[in-house]
């Protein structure tokens, strides 16, 4: 009885997996995703015992000479957690000041289920993955939970105090609905 919702919801998941960036090496001219678009990793090698991240219209990681995938793979992600931190608490700051709501207490981390929420002690959490999303998007979801410091729940005055935070948030919105899939990369094993 249920077989047309089988075909068609197996159809839907294996075309958002085809749309999924992959990688398969972290290697010089592999592309990660950052901020909605797709930046090229160059990695060059140091006799050091630590790697560096750094963007300059691409990534560029300097690690060890015995530096795998795994280890360049890790600094990456520890970079790119730091830049969502950065960037959300400045914008969440930003936010809570103008609702009269003092300094943002922010966390990123990986999210089950939700990019962002809003505790009741007023700590506001954010998927790491938003780093993957347009800078409107992860802005958006930023406005999105900061107002829940003024209302915990989503009716109408919590969009009022959305688009007064972030102004034309529906856009964002919908474009995260539809491409929640695409934030982040799946890795291809190697044979």
């Not at 090698?45 to 795998?68: E, I, L, W």
């Not at 400045?90 to 936010?95: L, Q, V």
């Not at 780093?131 to 003024?150: N, R």
Request: hydrophobic content about 40%.
């Amino acid at each position: 009885s249920k077989r047309k919702w089988i075909i068609s919801n197996h159809q839907e998941f294996q075309r958002k997996l085809a749309e999924t960036h992959k990688i398969v090496r972290f290697r010089t001219g592999a592309k990660i995703p950052y901020w909605g678009r797709l930046a090229k990793l160059r990695v060059a090698r140091h006799d050091k015992s630590y790697v560096m991240v750094r963007y300059a219209g691409g990534f560029v990681v300097t690690c060890p000479n015995d530096a795998d995938d795994q280890m360049i793979e890790m600094a990456l992600h520890r970079w790119l957690v730091d830049r969502l931190k950065t960037e959300a608490k400045a914008i969440g700051n930003r936010h809570s000041k103008a609702l009269g709501k003092g300094q943002l207490k922010l966390r990123v981390q990986e999210l089950q289920t939700m990019w962002g929420s809003c505790g009741n002690s007023g700590v506001v959490s954010l998927d790491w993955h938003l780093i993957f999303a347009p800078k409107k998007v992860m802005q958006y979801a930023v406005a999105h939970e900061v107002s829940h410091l003024m209302e915990r729940n989503h009716t109408k005055a919590l969009w009022d105090v959305v688009r007064g935070l972030h102004g034309d948030f529906e856009t964002a919105k919908a474009w995260l609905d539809k491409n929640e899939h695409m934030l982040g990369y799946r890795r291809v094993p190697t044979q």
